[in-house]
């Protein structure tokens, strides 16, 4: 049997760091740190619930962060 592969390790960084910045400069400083994937979302939006290591998501509302989370 193969092993389990061990998902990379998450960048050291807080998502509340990104909220009240512009979702553009947000993306382009989470890229930075480190995070592998950055998914900007309207508000309310319908997403699937998997945790997804390395992917940083963006609530968006005119423009703004409004709320940050792992997965």
Avoid: C, H
Avoid at 10 to 27: K, N
Avoid at 31 to 39: A, D, K, L, Q, S
């Amino acid at each position: 049997m193969a092993p389990i592969p061990k998902p990379p390790a998450e960048p050291q960084d807080q998502p509340d760091s990104y909220l009240g910045l512009p979702a553009d400069r947000a993306e382009r400083l989470a890229r930075e740190r480190g995070w592998t994937t950055v998914r900007s979302l309207p508000p309310g939006a319908i997403i699937t619930m998997e945790y997804l290591s390395g992917r940083l998501n963006f609530e968006v509302r005119d423009g703004v962060v409004t709320r940050a989370w792992k997965g």
